[in-house]
């Protein structure tokens, strides 16, 4: 009996070292996707043209280095053909956002792969356990190697990064977001939801989905500068489909090119997402098996009224900073939100 109370309090007091390790690193990971919108809302992502992993960790300490890091910027298109008259002091506003956009980067890499490590010697880890944690250690540095195979994107003959690469990097942020989060909730809420009834598991399985594919398609949106047409709601302008396209293009590859039809997917994307959401609610609410899963439907409904509300003034605005981001911040809370109604339906936990 002491042996198992102790065993108990050792377990105890691992999980909820490695649970505030977790939870330090999703929330500098969840910054590090504000930051990157307020990058991208501001135009600030091609401001560093090189990816010096170590010594970018300095930012330029001199006039001298000032005006040679400037003189960098000047060589690329966004600067020669919108940037022209751009100042140094106008410069630094840009370079700050993208670089703390790289220092939060490395700062998650280094605060992750270190506890990492002490707790892979010093605990004992279950092997899925292990490779779970190793595996988003993987993502992390990965994430990386996206974010410059993006900003390469934007050096030569573009005046902007990639919109396909802005959004398998966001896409790619939040998987990690989701790993992340998912091993919280299962090191606080372990077999505590253990209840015989189950909801089919695709149902809520596939509202995550459409809630990751949707911020894949806001990614577009902004790497397109969608937002900044049709600035009108419910119609797009005065009429339910764009003008300057017809319903046939939205079955050509050349569709993810058009600023209009990204912008009319986000928009029917997230009416199908409603819709979806009420029909999860009714069999939740009717059911009162189900009733263990009623907290997150009632999370969930509070964090996407707001996101709706948020896209549609976002919309109304042309995308002003505050608003886009604000709206990008929503769909931190919102995804969370659907994370743990898919986790207190899962057999894992």
């Known amino acids: 009996m002491i042996d198992m109370y102790i065993n108990s309090m050792f377990d105890e007091n691992k999980n909820n070292y490695i649970e505030r390790w977790l939870l330090l690193i999703t929330f500098l990971v969840a910054l590090m996707i504000v930051v990157g919108g307020l990058t991208r809302l501001t135009d600030s992502g091609l401001s560093i043209t090189k990816w010096d992993l170590i010594s970018g960790i300095l930012p330029p300490l001199s006039l001298g280095q000032w005006e040679n890091t400037f003189n960098l910027y000047k ?15 106008e410069f630094k506003i840009i370079y700050w956002w993208e670089y703390i956009h790289r220092l939060l980067g490395r700062l998650i890499g280094l605060l992750y792969i270190i506890p ?16 779970l944690y190793y595996f988003i250690f993987f993502l992390i540095c990965f994430q990386g190697f ?7 994107s934007g050096l ?9 690469r802005l959004s398998l990097h966001l896409t790619l942020a939040f998987v990690i977001f989701i790993f992340l989060f998912w091993s919280i909730l299962k090191i606080r ?12 598991y695709f149902l809520p399985n596939i509202f995550l989905f459409f809630i990751l594919l949707q911020i894949s ?3 577009l949106v902004s ?8 600035q009108s709601w419910p119609l797009m302008n005065q009429s339910f489909f764009p003008d300057d396209s017809n319903y046939r293009d939205l079955f050509l590859l050349s569709a993810f090119e058009t600023p209009s039809l990204v912008q009319f997917v986000h928009r029917n994307l997230a009416y199908l997402i409603l819709i979806y959401f009420i029909f999860i609610t009714a069999i939740i609410m009717k059911n009162i098996n189900y009733s263990y899963l009623r907290s997150a439907i009632i999370l969930i409904t509070i964090f996407l009224f707001i996101q709706i509300i948020l896209g549609i003034l976002t919309i109304l605005s042309g995308a002003q900073i505050v608003l886009a981001s604000l709206h990008q911040i929503g769909s931190i809370f919102l995804i969370s939100s659907v994370i743990i109604l898919v986790f207190k339906n899962s057999k894992i936990n």
């Open 189 to 200: 809420y372990m077999n505590k939801y253990n209840n015989f009834f189950k909801l089919p």
């Open 75 to 89: 060589k690329i298109p966004e600067f020669k053909l919108i940037n022209s008259n751009m100042t140094l002091d």
């Open 217 to 219: 398609i806001g990614a």
């Open 116 to 131: 990492l490590l002490y707790f892979t010697f010093t605990q004992k880890f279950r092997f899925k356990e292990l490779l």
């Open 223 to 230: 790497g397109l500068d969608a937002g900044q047409i049709y």
């Open 156 to 164: 030569t003959d573009r005046t902007d990064v990639s919109h396909y």
């Open 146 to 152: 996206i974010g410059w195979y993006m900003v390469k």
